[in-house]
């Protein structure tokens, strides 16, 4: 194939491993004045300034693909309805319940069609489960008892009467059509397709607000964001049941459930896909390693992977020591007899996962687990960028600047003769490169003895390994030794903790941070410190704010 | 266990089992009828975009030779059998703000428009990003040619991952995308149902059922509407207006053309699919699905989105595996001849890719023995013209097909200053019988592109 010059505009070179989807961007230019001076962060070095009190933005929320499929296993009982086919949610920040972002399509409307002509059809199949009335004759009275109760639960609050003389002419229709099961059946669809079940819809409750441009909210409306916020899916009996007599429109009843809520199994869903989304486990689904570098690796392996990591961090927090600190720096984990041999620990047997202390393998912690080392990899090597800037982004929440769209990124080609960090000595010899990639490169050089599948090396190409690192621009800057002493490091800083409040904020609330939230961040940052950076405390802060308990007052639209 | 008096069943029993899976489309019973398609006259004209990522070689793409005795490059070397459908444009420049080069490069490839504020990282200077500021030209031209069939569009993906904007190309208007559907098993269930062992009677009662309880959502929606702020009425009416849509089209008539035949399920590789090897086998099955869905004219406007900007997909299936990722490589320097040899095999075999799809087209009879090619217009695209420098300079577009008429083929048209892209897509539109004079955003646009038509 011939290949004829052409001209080329101008291009920098800089050597780099940089490339994850979505990582890769554009220009360069913040670089420089990024070093300088670091813009502001709302979750970053210092607590915001509580300005005045705001219940920031509230974008419309509608149920994510996942807590869909949590509200229909709640409500009909699990295994019944395959909601596999809604599409993806779109992502932000790392997760996808964001409400700016989430959108509406055709795919989206007709499989929430279809699922509710599943759900019916599910619920036909087993009426008697579901119906108020014990008769052999059903009648419209059953009819009208089943609206009521069945559609308050779907629709998280009681109905009103409009919607209920409107669900009542839908049975009509239905039994003139097929009799009593078709006019259910009906119902049943259109209450799984409406706007009161797919959307959180939120009036506020009327009354009088202390807050300027806020509503307070309805104890109903903050019944579904507590069951949301705590167990992806909709509120159980008594939680509908607090709200009707009126009882959670006080931090202290809120308080209360938050921690009733809390001591359910379905909130260990609620910190499982926090973490997942936080620390970008949802790539372990595209995971793929050269297999002639990587012999070792196969997807059963990775499985082994994510089954550690979810493990660990539910134990964590449910039965452990429940904190940040000690997510990134606990000296044990889990494993199953591969990862034992994968960590060189001697597996004691006894089940899929057992605990094991982590003292002699030169591990600590989620960041030396192999889940996040092979994430934050290439497929045949290493990558101190990305590990840096995943460090940088998720842990201290600031985000540098992705490479120049005319910077030429060349994956520096594997050389037996020398380390993984000597081929990336252009980046901090070059100045240009330098500017941005003295941010990412020293807190990544210093998981090196990890290769790219996440195996512990002491030698790579027949050189020791160098992993000395520096942290630089954060409250904990200095010299370290070690993916371990940068962990301990990490677990330590009041910074990487506001920023872990930060993104609980992004996914508790579903959107991101605003200036006007500075006020609900300082408290909740507050909250964490005060108690011991305990993660389930700090989901019951997320309860007590003015952006959990109001909403921003709706714009007011002309007649 | 109590007892129920039900009346008369909606359904049989069989019929009921088969629909407990959440499928949407109702079958195709009377599309299939060759009652139907005997009393067919006017052929449709279909539409469809195909979008490959990271840039192309330029020098390897671009034809040589005049407007209308010109040869192929290497890379588009696969398409020498169909040369006289195509159209092969050169030198047009995409504009585009907001954002980093691969995003507004794909949000911007269809609808010409710039990226609004929202939350993506990417650049630097321009900051986060958000989803582009008005429809694509696809599904322009769906809100029309769309109107009668059973989906308004069909937009399929092969592996494009994280549903953000460096993953999504059309959109319906302002910050509203349109997701692909990735899995060829979903995309078979949503084009040929379920409900495979329905009587028409049961058919018709299912849809009257669905006409009734759509009618009462609508009801709801306008309820709710309301009594909520100006913000989430924008995003009700969203839904809304989809409802309605699919209320209307419980009455759609298919005009199915001779080819059109119910494929049968997808068999996947084994593992599902979602590994990187899979990749062509998952773009072969979801050609065949375009290409049947407009056989039987269940949509006149599909797509099919290859990846997504920043592509990391590894081409280890190639008779010389490549083992690097496409987006590494396509920022490797003009001068790295093996990076270039190496992004000139990938794009070569997406040009395969094309290829087949193209003659699938050519392959299928309407009802009047012509081909279906021959009342259609394919557009491939890419976000970028240049991967090492996101250059949406010489963006590397092909067009195939007549669209019944409208697009004089077997041509190349190669243009020096720069006219904006957009300018193409206003001719895509004419083709289509949609008379637009601009589109996309305005300052962006001087009218159709000049010797196109």
Request: hydrophobic share 30%; net charge negative.
């Given at each position: 194939m011939t290949t004829m010059a052409i001209q080329t505009p101008h291009v920098r070179s800089c050597v780099s491993l940089l490339g994850l989807a979505g990582l890769v961007t554009a220009t360069w230019t913040g670089c420089r004045s990024h070093a300088d001076s670091p813009p502001p962060r709302v979750g970053g070095r210092a607590a915001p300034l509580c300005a005045s009190r705001d219940s920031g933005p509230s974008p419309l929320r509608r149920l994510t693909r996942a807590e869909y499929g949590r509200t229909l296993r709640d409500l009909l009982g699990p295994g019944l309805v395959d909601t596999s086919g809604l599409p993806p949610d779109e992502q932000a920040l790392g997760f996808d319940n964001n409400a700016d972002v989430l959108g509406t399509s055709d795919l989206l409307v007709e499989q929430t069609v279809a699922l509710a002509e599943q759900a019916s059809s599910v619920m036909l199949q087993d009426l008697g489960r579901f119906l108020p009335c014990a008769t052999t004759s059903p009648d419209s009275r059953c009819a009208d008892s089943f609206i009521g109760a069945f559609g308050g639960r779907v629709w998280r609050r009681p109905l009103e009467s409009d919607e209920t003389a409107a669900l009542q002419t839908v049975f009509v229709a239905g039994q003139n059509d097929g009799g009593f099961t078709e006019g259910i059946g009906r119902v049943v669809q259109v209450l799984f397709e409406s706007p009161q079940f797919l959307y959180r819809i939120e009036l506020g409750n009327g009354a009088a607000s202390d807050l300027p441009g806020a509503v307070p909210l309805s104890s109903h409306e903050l019944a579904t964001r507590l069951s949301y916020l705590m167990w992806g899916s909709t509120p159980d009996d008594a939680l509908l049941a607090a709200a009707a007599e009126d009882r959670l429109t006080l931090p202290e009843d809120l308080e209360r459930e938050a921690r009733r809520l809390l001591g359910d199994a379905r909130a260990h869903e609620v910190t499982a896909a926090f973490h997942a989304g936080w620390l970008g486990l949802d790539r372990l689904d595209q995971l793929d390693k050269d297999r002639v570098v990587?012999?070792?690796?196969s997807p059963s392996l990775r499985d082994a992977f994510r089954a550690e990591t979810a493990r660990f961090i539910d134990e964590v927090i449910?039965?452990?020591?429940?904190?940040l600190s000690a997510l990134l720096s606990a000296r044990y984990t889990f494993v199953d007899s591969t990862l034992a041999d994968f960590y060189g620990v001697a597996y004691p047997g006894g089940g899929d996962l057992v605990q094991v202390g982590l003292g002699s393998t030169n591990r600590a912690g989620l960041l030396t687990q192999a889940s996040i080392l092979a994430v934050y990899a290439k497929a045949n090597q290493s990558s101190p960028v990305h590990r840096g800037r995943f460090v940088r982004e998720q842990l201290f929440c600031t985000t540098p600047p992705p490479p120049p769209s005319n910077v030429e990124i060349r994956p520096p080609a594997l050389d037996p003769r020398q380390t993984t960090r000597q081929r990336f000595a252009a980046h901090t010899a070059d100045p240009f490169c330098a500017t941005c990639h003295t941010m990412l490169d020293p807190i990544g050089f210093g998981f090196e003895h990890y290769d790219g599948l996440g195996h512990w090396r002491t030698t790579e190409s027949g050189l020791t390994i160098d992993a000395h690192g520096a942290l630089t621009g954060t409250d904990s800057d200095g010299p370290f030794d070690g993916a371990v002493e940068l962990a301990d490091r990490l677990a330590a800083s009041p910074e990487v903790q506001r920023c872990y409040v930060t993104q609980w904020f992004r996914f508790g609330y579903g959107r991101a941070e605003t200036a006007a939230d500075s006020c609900t961040l300082g408290a909740l940052m507050d909250a964490a410190s005060a108690k011991g950076g305990d993660v389930r405390e700090l989901m019951v802060a997320l309860t007590q704010t003015d952006a959990f308990r109001y909403r921003r007052a709706p714009e007011v639209i002309a007649p | 266990m109590i007892v129920i008096k039900t009346g008369r069943p909606l359904l049989s029993r069989r019929a009921v089992l088969r629909t407990a899976g959440a499928a949407f489309t109702l079958p195709l019973l009377e599309a299939m009828d060759p009652g139907h398609a005997r009393a067919a006259t006017v052929i449709p004209k279909r539409f469809v975009v195909v979008f490959t990522p990271n840039g192309t070689i330029f020098p390897n793409w671009v034809p040589s030779g005049t407007e209308t005795d010109f040869a192929l490059a290497p890379i588009l070397d696969p398409l020498g059998a169909l040369q006289a459908d195509l159209l092969v444009v050169s030198g047009l420049f995409q504009q585009g703000g907001g954002g980093d080069g691969h995003q507004n490069g794909i949000g911007g490839m269809l609808t010409g428009q710039s990226l609004n504020p929202g939350p993506f990282q990417g650049g630097a200077s321009a900051g986060a990003s958000g989803w582009a500021n008005g429809i694509s030209v696809d599904q322009q031209v769906a809100a029309t040619l769309g109107s009668g069939t059973r989906l308004r569009s069909l937009e399929l993906g092969v592996?494009?991952?994280?549903?953000?904007n460096w993953g999504r190309m059309s959109y319906v208007g302002p910050d509203q995308p349109v997701p692909p559907e990735e899995s060829p098993e979903r995309a078979y269930a949503r084009l040929f149902g379920a409900a495979g062992g329905a009587s028409a009677e049961d058919l018709a009662r299912l849809r009257a059922r669905r006409r009734s309880v759509l009618d009462a959502v609508l009801g709801q929606f306008q309820a709710v509407r309301a009594r909520v702020g100006a913000a989430d009425r924008v995003r009700l009416d969203a839904h809304a207006t989809i409802v309605r849509d699919i209320e209307t089209r419980l009455d759609s008539l298919a005009v199915p053309s001779p080819s059109c035949r119910d494929p049968g399920a997808p068999s996947l590789p084994a593992g599902g699919g979602g590994t990187n090897d899979d990749f062509p086998a998952i773009g072969d099955l979801q050609i065949d699905l375009l290409v049947v869905a407009l056989a039987c004219d269940l949509t006149r406007v599909a797509s099919l989105q290859w990846s997504r900007s920043v592509s990391q997909t590894r081409f280890t299936w190639l008779p010389q595996p490549i083992t690097d990722v496409h987006h590494d490589l396509s920022h490797?320097?003009?001068?790295d001849a093996q990076a270039v040899d190496k992004l000139t095999r990938i794009n070569h075999w997406y040009a395969e890719r094309f290829a087949a799809l193209v003659g699938k087209l050519a392959g299928a009879q309407e009802v009047d023995g012509s081909r279906l090619l021959d009342a259609s217009l394919v557009f491939w695209c890419n976000e970028l013209g240049k991967g090492n420098n996101h250059s949406r300079k010489l963006a590397p577009y092909v067009l195939a097909g007549q669209a019944g008429g409208a697009v004089r083929t077997g041509r190349f048209l190669s243009f020096t200053g720069d006219p904006p892209h957009n300018n193409l897509l206003v001719s895509i539109l004419q083709a289509m019988d949609i008379p637009a004079t601009t589109f996309g955003k305005a300052e962006w646009c001087t009218g159709p592109l000049s010797g196109f038509a």
């Open positions: 990587y012999p070792a690796y449910w039965n452990h020591e429940g904190t | 592996q494009v991952g994280a549903a953000d490797l320097p003009d001068d």
